[in-house]
T-cell receptor
Framework: TQLLEQSPQFLSIQEGENLTVYCNSS?????LQWYRQEPGEGPVLLVT?????EVKKLKRLTFQFGDARKDSSLHITAAQPGDTGLYLC???????????FGAGTQVVVTP | DTEVTQTPKHLVMGMTNKKSLKCEQH?????MYWYKQKAKKPPELMFV???????INESVPSRFSPECPNSSLLNLHLHALQPEDSALYLC?????????????FGSGTRLTVV
């Protein structure tokens, strides 16, 4: 079983600060996805990255896929309370029929 | 339509009851999934259907029985559940299986077994 490790597990910051969440594995993935989940709701897909070294930006969120396709990061600039949630990374493989989820990072942004 | 719709949103059932969870999508996705999620944990895969056929069963107890009547519908039949089965049950779909396409999740069914 391929393991995706997310860090940190919990992050509490003030509005306006920046934050970075990491997702690491010893295995290669064909794609890496990031989701955000709010309490009582299902995860919502933020981005899918498939090319090593790829960088995608979504407003204040920047996603990067490592050159070797084993790791990824999510950076949020000038965090807002609406960014609060559980951030999940998930890796896909051509040889599987499923995603491997990381354990998640709980982000709390206080006004 | 870019949504996965799950019903009911909340369900309380006794350990001797039989109930079903329903999931529907009209995005033309050919892979559908059932996940179980406990509080503050990531979703755990239960079943994968690909082109209406069961392709993955993650060693789920037989008291959970999935069904895919057609490409848009996915059911999860529940029977003789235990209190530890209480959780958020999530349905998801994707264009095809394999994990290379993003998943669209429903809002989930909050199940409580008493």
């Amino acid at each position: 079983t391929q393991l995706l490790e997310q860090s940190p597990q919990f992050l509490s910051i003030q509005e306006g600060e920046n934050l970075t969440v990491y997702c690491n594995s010893s295995s290669v993935f064909s794609s890496l996805q990031w989701y955000r989940q709010e309490p009582g709701e299902g995860p919502v897909l933020l981005v899918t990255v498939v090319t090593g070294g790829e960088v995608k930006k979504l407003k204040r969120l920047t996603f990067q896929f490592g050159d070797a396709r084993k790791d990824s990061s999510l950076h949020i600039t000038a965090a807002q309370p609406g960014d609060t949630g559980l951030y999940l990374c998930a890796g896909g493989s051509d040889s599987w029929g499923k995603l491997q989820f990381g354990a998640g990072t709980q982000v709390v942004v206080t006004p | 339509d870019t949504e996965v719709t799950q019903t009911p949103k909340h369900l309380v059932m006794g350990m001797t009851n039989k109930k079903s969870l329903k999931c529907e999508q009209h995005m033309g996705h050919r892979a559908m999934y059932w996940y179980k999620q406990k509080a503050k944990k990531p979703p755990e895969l239960m079943f994968v259907y690909s082109y209406e056929k069961l392709s993955i069963n993650e060693s789920v107890p037989s008291r959970f029985s999935p069904e895919c009547p057609n490409s848009s519908l996915l059911n999860l039949h529940l029977h003789a559940l235990q209190p530890e089965d209480s959780a958020l049950y999530l349905c998801a779909s994707s264009r095809t299986g394999g994990g290379n396409y993003g998943y669209t999740f429903g809002s989930g069914t909050r199940l409580t077994v008493v």
